[in-house]
DNA sequence: TTGTTTAATGTAAACCTTTTCATTTTTCAT
DNA sequence: ATGAAAAATGAAAAGGTTTACATTAAACAA
């Protein structure tokens, strides 16, 4: 790999003028310039980004943390995020850490030592300490689906308590009364926090909190299916139930369908995140709202602005603020009774 | 942030050593290590990347280049790849070049850059000549969903002559006479496979081709209920629909349902890759099987061994060769005629 | 012990840029 | 034409690590 001084031999120049053509931020003159391009060209230069890194103390790139590289939910994030990022000219990396509480500290460690100018976060396990003990440091960091009081501006997340609620208040004024709860790993914030609302929900409208209409399960599909199966088994009166995502309410509308029941005559079900495949399922999922795709482009337009003073090309669908009021989305996997 | 000098300072020993304990190569003595990591601990220590490649000329890192971060086929595929990665302890890169030419070379460039000791591509622009090219620096590249004669044994793909053909051929084995084909961009060399294994059955079983009966549009679902409802609105005698991807093909089963007509009553569909909606749906679509993730770990392994004389290990479900040969899944969206 | 081999550690150059500061060249007003 | 100011360029240090080579300390045989 040719050097960026066989550039400035082959050119005529020096090292410093190379670079500066390269950086294209100070004066050189046109003739130069056109030498120092033909040479790179000839040699086919190629910059060293380790290098320029070390030199420059900065690394012109985003890096980003998500739980998981496939699913319904990361996926739009993660674009959002770098069309924004890409857009303006700085580079994207991400790694994935599993929701495991070792492999986020050591994927964090990674994007940092790889001197990413600022972070996007997607953690579920880290403590708010931990979060904020990065803070410290030089690089931007914005958390998503969290919301760490004193990292106010740098969280992006809906209000989950206010999103379970919504839902399971629809299903409440719509006659329903023994709705059941899938609840997520109850060790993610976010699968508490949607628990809560349901309670809250159910504490508004006076009715009684009966704990065998509770089943908690990993966020998965295969889990909802597992765990709407017990409480099928269980519970002979149920006419709703609310899941803590939604691959574990289209578990739960196939554990449904085997046991002879229908959705949404029998029962209705409700799923939180309104990722892509609600509407494309039968029957079509009723779900919450939860934008990731635009929190992808809003942290980056922050990141964009506060670290590069960069004014982001992209804007999001609808305004993005640190907590967002969730929307409802009623589609045809409910139905009000009598 | 702190340096290695910091730390040797601290620890009162040479750079090297630090070094040496960092990288656990060479021997150290156990005192000596443990007052380097005392040291390490004490400061906070985290190795600067950028300086490690220059000094090194290896990252320890391997890249990935992508079409998109989002959709059911590049999710299993950067997580199979991300797994067998990041269990070698090796780190994971990736970036994202929407089928666009010009993006795919930047990216690359921005991974060659980075110096990744390896790379993945998926690549949907970029010539032969183009992808030869790089083989020539050090870099280990391994192509996903392409055959290169040249490269052979660093590819990965599937014959997709001989999924679309399999797909005809069941269709045609099961009466059906009229079977429309909704063509990917034929500026994709995947979708002009396609089509060609669609022609060969055709003119395997001798029947004619119908120029009418086939529609181009982009690899999405908006584009094949586009398309489907071209196709529709002007034939009346088709009883099967074969779609370039599956994402098109959902695309053509709305179309379908808002034509009044049913799938698979009066119209078959198969879709093509295989991603996870496929069973989700109503009807379940059939389906040739692109194993994405299958790729992604069996690319990782190769890099793996080849590069860093690592065993993998994590193991694909079934062999993966270079060019494989596709199964067909049959699933509710066909029925046999007649 | 003494000398020899091996293990442990240290020194310093190298990796490729950026960037400060100094120097040279150009421009332009007089 | 002259000098001052501005623009263009160059020289060299700095950035944090690895690693070849040199040195010192430990281990061991005689």
Redesign the interface.
Known sequence: ?STITEVSKLAGVSLATVSRVMNGTENVREATKEKVLAAMKELGY??????R??ASNK?NSVGMMVS????PF???M??GA?RAI?TAGK??????SHADEE?EKKAI??L????CDALILHCETLSDEYLESLET?DTEVILINRMVKSMHDNCLSIDNVQGSFLATEWLIKHKHNNIACLLGPQVKHDARERFWGYQQALAKYNIPFRPELIEQGEFTQDDGYRVANILLNKNTDLTAIICGNDEMA?GAIQAVNEHGLNVPDDISIIGFDDVS?CA???PTLSSVINPAYDFGVEAASRILKRVYNIEPKFSTSKPISEVNVPDLVIRESVRELE
Do not use: D, K
């Open positions: 790999m190629r910059p060293n980004a380790a290098a890194s070390l690394s998981e590289l496939h699913g990361y996926g739009p993660m674009s770098e890409r580079q994207f990396l991400i790694v994935a492999q460690e990674y940092l030592s790889c001197q440091g289209f495949f494309m399922i039968t």
